[in-house]
Nanobody, 127 residues
Framework: QVQLVESGGGLVQAGGSLRLSCAAS????????MGWFRQGLGKERESVAT????????YYAGSMKGRFTISRDNAKKLVLLQMNSLEPEDTAVYYC????????????????????WGEGTLVTVSS
């Protein structure tokens, strides 16, 4: 059974930083694309960042470029999202997701490519 468990959310002031973690189990982690998505109140879920199974390739949604960094540790089955310069508009539930498996280096951008999802962790950025 695949499980993705997010942690690290919380309340932070604008301009601050948070690091989200996602612990994966029940899948061959180093063959899956991993990603972070978010959904604000009253908004549709949107892509934040994704990373290939090797970690060599990444994708960032436009507003996250330069502020957020996605990384992964295949040995520990972890995917991380470092978020800096947070803005109130970043307030959302952040979801970890996995897509695959892939036999070659692949980057995906859309949630439709993700087959497994975590429960989410709430990030609140105060102004």
């Amino acid at each position: 059974q695949v499980q993705l468990v997010e942690s690290g959310g919380g309340l932070v002031q604008a301009g601050g930083s948070l690091r989200l973690s996602c612990a994966a189990s029940g899948l061959t982690f180093n063959t899956y694309v991993m990603g972070w998505f978010r959904q604000g109140l009253g908004k549709e879920r949107e892509s934040v960042a994704t990373i290939s199974w090797s970690g060599r390739s990444t994708y960032y949604a436009g507003s996250m470029k330069g502020r957020f960094t996605i990384s992964r540790d295949n040995a520990k089955k972890l995917v991380l999202l470092q978020m800096n310069s947070l803005e109130p508009e970043d307030t959302a539930v952040y979801y970890c997701a996995a897509g695959g498996p892939y036999m070659s280096e692949t980057v995906v951008k859309s949630e439709s490519a993700m087959g497994y999802w975590g429960e989410g962790t709430l990030v609140t950025v105060s102004s």
